[in-house]
């Protein structure tokens, strides 16, 4: 069934959001020692979604985890909705200068389709020797129709704090 084009550029906003919930996904691991905060900026054409002080297990660099509902509770976007469906663990190589995020799994509303896309295995590049991070990343649908796009390329910068 092809797709219809009057949707294709608002859901393309969907890529870009589940990038930045993907790049905020990149804290992983133990919850234990003392909690962080990450703030992120997404955009698409005349779209944006950002947050600030969504919560993590523990502070960069160290392995975290973050908080969905401290995201989703914060969320604000342009023309759509999101959900952050799961909690995605993070490490990070200060050597490297990635962050690594093992799954990312978001819900995007736009006009009253949702699509649920998963992204896998994301990798994060720092901006010199900050906490400051953005990601280009591949995202598969998961769930929703035809007016879905399949995959979505998506981007975004995230800072953690």
């Given at each position: 069934m092809p797709r219809l084009t009057?949707?294709?550029?608002?859901?393309?906003?969907?890529?870009?959001?589940?990038?930045?919930?993907?790049?905020?996904?990149l804290a992983a691991g133990p919850a234990s020692a003392a909690q962080g905060k990450?703030?992120?900026?997404?955009?698409?054409?005349?779209?944006s979604c950002s947050w600030t002080d969504g919560v993590t297990s523990d502070t960069a660099?160290?392995?975290?985890?973050?908080?969905?509902?401290?995201i989703n509770g914060k969320l604000s976007c342009s023309g759509l909705s999101a959900t952050l469906n799961n909690?995605?663990?993070?490490?990070?190589?200060?050597?490297?200068?990635?962050?690594?995020?093992?799954?990312?799994?978001v819900s995007v509303t736009v006009i009253g389709v949702t699509c649920r896309y998963k992204a896998e295995g994301l990798s994060?590049?720092?901006?010199g020797d900050t906490r400051n991070y953005s990601a280009t990343a591949d995202a598969k649908l998961?769930?929703?129709?035809?007016?879905?796009?399949?995959?979505?390329?998506v981007t975004a910068t995230l800072k953690f704090h």
């Open positions: 009057p949707l294709k550029t608002p859901l393309k906003a969907t890529g870009v959001l589940v990038g930045a919930l993907t790049v905020a996904a990450v703030d992120g900026t997404i955009a698409a054409g005349d779209r660099p160290n392995a975290l985890t973050v908080d969905r509902s401290s909690d995605p663990a993070v490490t990070f190589d200060d050597a490297a200068g990635t962050a690594k995020a093992d799954v990312l799994d994060a590049k720092r901006d998961t769930e929703g129709g035809a007016l879905c796009p399949a995959t979505q390329s």
